[in-house]
């Protein structure tokens, strides 16, 4: 990790496209920065990105008795056939 110390309104440059420039010190121990950049270039607080990420992971997990709300939903429509995760597929396919 580079480490750089900067004075209010010093900017700091990563490639040509994207500078970085100290806004604000605040008192209690935060700065304002504003970052210029291409508009192809994210930028994301990590906390955010953490988030996100751990409500991906929550969202995709199936909670007990999910198969059976399924093949509810599923078997209640005509000519629909359901086949369970732990069913496999069948010889010859």
């Known amino acids: 990790m580079l480490v750089l110390t900067r004075?209010?309104?010093?900017r700091i440059m990563i490639g040509d496209d994207i500078v970085i420039?100290?806004?604000?010190?605040?008192?209690d121990n935060s700065v304002r920065i504003g970052i210029e950049a291409p508009r192809g270039v994210k930028i994301q607080r990590e906390e955010i990105?953490?988030?996100v990420a751990e409500a991906?992971?929550?969202?995709?997990?199936a909670g007990e008795?999910?198969?059976?709300?399924?093949k509810k939903l599923f078997g209640a429509v005509p000519g629909s056939a359901v086949v369970s995760a732990s069913d496999g597929p069948s010889k010859g396919e």
């Open 7 to 10: 004075k209010l309104n010093e």
């Open 21 to 27: 420039t100290l806004i604000e010190v605040r008192g």
């Open 49 to 51: 990105v953490i988030s």
């Open 56 to 61: 991906n992971r929550s969202a995709a997990e």
């Open 65 to 70: 008795g999910a198969e059976d709300v399924l």
